[in-house]
């Protein structure tokens, strides 16, 4: 027998059973679950050609070195553009709980607006002016240096478009609509790794462009999925209305909102980037073979967020319709429930790694000491596993709920005050080397994982107001 809820009409709502609530879930999480672990994938694909790409002016240990470099100043600048768009995801899930259609458009207008022309275009300035400044501030040795100049162009220019798709994307997940973004994201990444391995290589009738060819692959994919996404809300098929050539009129009311939200998250993201970045500074310390170990490491590792951040998203969408129809217990069951379900998955991908790291490493290189460490930090990794996914998933229910500030907090002390001391000091003074990297991260999860849950656990996110 089903228990029982009130509305705020006082009228009896029957409480969703967990059949019911499983479907909701999973009708939003499996799209978004399928775009990322393809992503990665991908992504995966791409670093393994460049790893296996060599040629007389530099190795394919530089190769991927320069590729994990000149990832951290890009994720630093698109999880600005993120953070906006959790701000739009929080509006537009509790407006489309709440029936107020009326304000999607312009909530969705103005995370465009902000995130292209007061975000996305004067950081893609920077990084063009300053990219040497850049690669050797993150510490890259000659060979990685040469080889990043020739690929940083091309994805700074890629920056640009997929900002536009991060944007809208967010905007329809907003309302639970992720399979348009789902396949929109399929054919980019798809056309980016097949066109990897062609100006990468230099197949027929293809110049052999070396890992610039990545860079130029990488900017095409995003243009194209910022055109598939932008011509789909403009042409009226979605139910977020978005029109285009209607004119845009900046509301304060809502750029304040959206701002509000997304601050937290920003403040989170470049948190965490600049502990990243301080962390791959150690690292890169090391030498380039434990460098190129230590970003397979991490290449292989993006497929691990994929469950929590699908799931996260999954439950931010329905914790903000939920609370928009001021339905706070079925919003709690929502977060419960996609967190129990996070950490089942991440259990089995501990053991998944736990296993097979080496084998997994193999599939990178060759080289037989980048194989023994990568498989020496998948078995750090499988144990991170079970928290990392339920952090996810428990702090997306939290930013749903427009509860930004307290992930931000957690990422200040575990990045900063964790995972960056305790590297230095199981580096430096312990002299662990790579795996002293990685119990710092392992460290920094756990404790992170218990903030989260705590936070949650308070309900304080519940009476948190947005309109």
């Not at 967990?18 to 775009?35: D, G, Q, T």
């Not at 073979?289 to 967020?305: M, W």
């Not at 460490?373 to 078995?379: H, L, P, Q, R």
Request: proline share 3%; charged share 10%; glycine share 8%.
């Amino acid at each position: 027998m089903q228990s029982q809820i009130d509305d705020p009409d006082n009228q009896i709502i029957p409480e969703e059973s967990y059949n019911e609530m499983r479907k909701k879930i999973f009708a939003i999480a499996w799209p978004v679950l399928l775009e990322l672990v393809l992503a990665s994938l991908f992504g995966m694909v791409d670093m393994m050609i460049v790893g296996n790409y060599n040629n007389q002016q530099y190795s394919a240990a530089a190769g991927v070195a320069a590729i994990g470099m000149i990832n951290q100043p890009i994720l630093i600048s698109l999880a600005l553009i993120q953070a906006l768009g959790v701000g739009g995801t929080a509006l537009i899930s509790r407006y489309y709980g709440a029936k107020k259609l009326d304000r999607l458009e312009t909530v969705a207008k103005h995370v465009l607006v902000l995130s292209f022309f007061f975000v996305a275009i004067p950081l893609a300035v920077i990084l063009f002016v300053f990219q040497e400044e850049i690669l050797v501030t993150l510490g890259a040795e000659p060979d990685a240096l040469m080889v990043g100049l020739t690929y940083f162009k091309w994805v700074i220019i890629g920056f640009l478009f997929l900002s536009i798709t991060l944007s809208l994307s967010a905007n329809l997940r907003g309302i639970g609509e992720t399979r348009i973004p789902m396949k929109v994201n399929i054919v980019a990444n798809g056309m980016n790794m097949i066109l990897s391995l062609l100006l990468v290589n230099g197949y027929s009738i293809f110049p052999e462009m070396g890992v610039s060819g990545a860079g130029f692959a990488t900017m095409l994919s995003n243009v194209i999925s910022a055109a598939l996404v932008f011509i789909y809300v403009s042409l009226g098929k979605s139910k977020l209305p978005f029109n285009p050539f209607e004119p845009f009129r900046f509301n304060r009311h809502i750029m304040r909102r959206v701002v509000q939200v997304g601050l937290p998250s920003a403040g989170e993201q470049l948190i965490l980037r600049l502990g990243i970045i301080l962390y791959l500074r150690m690292v890169a310390g090391l030498g380039t073979v434990v460098l190129a170990a230590h970003q397979i490491s991490l290449n292989i590792t993006s497929l691990t967020f994929t469950p929590g951040a699908a799931l996260g998203i999954a439950s931010s969408a329905l914790v903000g319709q939920a609370l928009g129809a001021e339905r706070a217990n079925q919003a709690e069951r929502y977060a419960r429930y996609t967190s129990k379900v996070a950490m089942a998955i991440g259990l089995f991908m501990g053991l998944l790694f736990f296993f097979l790291g080496e084998q997994i490493g193999a599939l990178y290189s060759s080289d037989e000491a980048i194989i023994k460490n990568v498989g020496m930090v998948m078995a750090i990794i499988a144990v991170i596993q079970p928290f990392q996914c339920s952090q996810l998933t428990t702090a997306g229910a939290l930013r749903g709920a427009g509860d930004t500030i307290f992930p931000m907090i957690s990422v200040l002390i575990c990045i900063l005050g964790v995972r960056v001391l305790t590297a230095y000091v199981l580096i430096y003074k312990f002299n662990l080397g790579l795996a002293g990297a990685w119990y710092a991260v392992l460290a920094d999860q756990l404790i992170r994982s218990i903030m989260i849950r705590w936070r949650f656990n308070s309900g304080v996110w519940k009476n948190i107001v947005l309109s």
